[in-house]
């Protein structure tokens, strides 16, 4: 079992940054790939981001691609979402997500989830 733990959101203004963190509790964290989703209120859950388990390789949605960048500490069995430019789009609940093995852009194929994080963006 893994736990997840996610911090960092908040209300910001059009164009600032945040940094997201998620904490995991998987003694052997690096095998684990990692993925942050986000859903809007009344949108389906969308992919946003995931890194390999050895933090070699990252992959992004098309619309934050360019913003955002994901990155992770092992030793700290830490994942990170780094967010610049943010827009009033942005604004949703940002969760992490890891799984075994590769990663994917397919929510369904992460087994373990954290509570999520509130991001909101004014204009």
């Known amino acids: 079992q893994v736990q997840l733990v996610e911090s960092g959101g908040g209300l910001v203004q059009a164009g600032d940054s945040l940094r997201l963190s998620c904490a995991a509790s998987?003694?052997?964290?690096?095998?684990?790939?990692m993925g942050w989703f986000r859903q809007a209120p009344g949108k389906e859950r969308e992919f946003v981001a995931a890194i390999s388990g050895g933090g070699g390789s990252t992959y992004y949605a098309d619309s934050v691609k360019g913003r955002f960048t994901i990155a992770r500490d092992n030793a700290k069995r830490t994942v990170y979402l780094q967010m610049n430019s943010l827009q009033p789009d942005d604004t949703a609940v940002y969760s992490c997500?890891?799984?075994?093995?590769?990663?994917?852009?397919?929510?369904?194929?992460?087994?373990?989830w954290g509570q999520g994080t509130q991001v909101t963006v004014s204009s």
């Open positions: 997500a890891a799984r075994s093995g590769g990663y994917y852009s397919d929510a369904a194929l992460y087994h373990y």
């Open positions: 998987a003694r052997t964290f690096s095998s684990y790939a």
